[in-house]
């Protein structure tokens, strides 16, 4: 079975550009949650998807979004990047079976903004 | 809010020492993860402790969940180069949080050979 699929690697943006970040699931899972991870606050939960409904949001302004398919599949949106953005973003996917809730990451998506 | 503090930030054994990484919550655990990343890469799975008590083991890691639900411990025993990287605890905060986890802050673990 084929993991969690981040696309692209790597991206360089300027400042006031906006950016799309893709996320394929594991097949089946229909649970997609996106985090940002920095050196200064760590990893920090951005939001989550099930079933094409966002069901969590984290503490992010509204300049981060997010979408999901009926495929499952997840894209995140930054617009008006700013300096700060520049991360690794990093997606996972999940069953969720009851409270068992095991999350499997993708190999992220590292953003510079310059 | 739940936070989580692991301890210590990093850690330099030598390689075939055992070593202890701790994470401590501020509030009752529901289901508490243990994740290992290369730097610059996505988080790898290792285990998931639900139950007080729970003891985990894969390989020569083993986690532990203590009674209260409120601390884990993770112990690698006869330390080995390929263990090197950052160790992440994470939490749910239960009820209809279920895609949300909670992260510590990571230990970085650096093995010498």
């Known amino acids: 079975k084929a993991g969690v699929t981040q696309t692209p690697r790597y991206l360089i943006k300027t400042r006031g550009q906006q950016v799309t970040l893709s996320c394929s699931p594991i097949?089946?899972?229909?649970?997609v949650s996106w985090y940002q991870q920095t050196p200064g606050q760590g990893l920090q939960f951005l939001f989550e998807y099930f079933s094409e409904t966002q069901r969590n949001k984290g503490n992010f302004p509204g300049r981060f979004s997010g979408r999901q398919f009926s495929n499952s599949r997840s894209e995140m949106n930054v617009s008006t990047l700013e300096l700060g953005d520049s991360a690794l973003y990093l997606c996972?996917?999940?069953?969720?079976?009851?409270?068992?809730?095991?999350?499997?990451f993708g190999a992220g998506t590292r953003l510079s903004v310059l | 809010s739940q936070e989580l503090e692991q301890s210590p930030q990093s850690l330099i054994v030598q390689e075939g020492k055992n070593l202890t990484i701790n994470c401590t919550s501020s509030k009752t655990l529901y289901g508490l993860y243990w994740y290992k990343q290369k730097y610059g890469e996505g988080l790898i799975f290792l285990m998931m402790?639900?139950?007080?008590?729970e003891e985990k083991s894969h390989e020569k890691i083993t986690a532990k969940l203590d009674e209260k639900k409120q601390q884990s411990s993770l112990h690698i025993t006869a330390s080995q180069p390929s263990h090197a990287g950052i160790y992440l605890c994470g939490a749910g905060a239960g009820g209809t949080s279920y895609g949300k986890l909670t992260f510590g802050q990571g230990t970085i673990l650096t093995v010498h050979p």
């Open positions: 402790l639900q139950k007080g008590g």
């Open positions: 097949s089946g899972h229909r649970s």
């Open positions: 996972a996917s999940s069953l969720q079976r009851g409270f068992k809730n095991i999350q499997y």
